[in-house]
T-cell receptor, first 112, second 114 residues
Framework: QQQVKQSPQSLIVQKGGISIINCAYENTAFDYFPWYQQFPGKGPALLIAIRPDVSEKKEGRFTISFNKSAKQFSLHIMDSQPGDSATYFC???????????FGTGTRLKVLA | DAGITQSPRHKVTETGTPVTLRCHQTENHRYMYWYRQDPGHGLRLIHYSYGVKDTDKGEVSDGYSVSRSKTEDFLLTLESATSSQTSVYFCAITSTGARTDTQYFGPGTRLTVL
């Protein structure tokens, strides 16, 4: 019940295309869902995050879609660029626990 | 980067030797964490701390111990390193806010156990 399942494991997208990464969770106590971006040799960096009181959050080319009833959330990268090539992690947290559960990561490659 | 540094950044050691990794933060955050990152497993929590001398186990704590004698430093020790502990280790902190508690990560330490 503590798991966050992330798919796909890897993704190849053409420049200008849409990249979509999906995550699913079981624990209904989770109420904060961040996405992290990690470049090779670097630590993960917070990209965008959402709380379940909204169904979508957009920041520039990055959008989180959240489906509370299905217990799923996804990251959409519009107009994908080669510079977006990185590993993306979803995570989930419950208020007051100060602990995150991470997905297994998606390696995205955007072809020029 | 939330003022997080890790040392060393790279280390090669031999099976059976003790290893200590250091995490240092400059912004007085209460919560600190040690994760390991392995292909196919994502980020897994080893230990975390919620204050000086207050620590608890994560999901993969076997073979690891931690100490936090000062707010700014969180040490991870492998008492007797094994090849299965070859990994990239990340320290993180939680920045607590009015609405959101956000984790920020250090640059990582790549450990190889031969």
């Amino acid at each position: 019940q503590q798991q966050v399942k992330q798919s796909p494991q890897s993704l190849i997208v053409q420049k200008g295309g849409i990249s979509i990464i999906n995550c699913a969770y079981e624990n209904t106590a989770f109420d904060y869902f961040p996405w992290y971006q990690q470049f090779p040799g670097k630590g993960p960096a917070l990209l965008i995050a959402i709380r379940p009181d909204v169904s979508e959050k957009k920041e520039g080319r990055f959008t989180i879609s959240f489906n509370k009833s299905a217990k799923q959330f996804s990251l959409h990268i519009m107009d994908s660029q080669p510079g977006d090539s990185a590993t993306y992690f979803c995570a989930a947290s419950a208020s007051g626990t100060y602990k995150y559960i991470f997905g297994t990561g998606t390696r995205l490659k955007v072809l020029a | 980067d939330a003022g997080i540094t890790q040392s060393p950044r790279h280390k090669v050691t031999e099976t059976g030797t003790p290893v200590t990794l250091r995490c240092h933060q400059t912004e007085n955050h209460r919560y600190m964490y040690w994760y390991r990152q392995d292909p196919g497993h994502g980020l897994r929590l080893i230990h975390y701390s919620y204050g000086v001398k207050d620590t608890d186990k994560g999901e993969v704590s076997d073979g690891y111990s931690v100490s936090r004698s000062k707010t700014e430093d969180f040490l991870l020790t492998l008492e007797s390193a094994t090849s299965s502990q070859t990994s990239v280790y990340f320290c993180a902190i939680t920045s607590t806010g009015a609405r959101t508690d956000t984790q920020y990560f250090g640059p990582g330490t790549r450990l190889t156990v031969l």
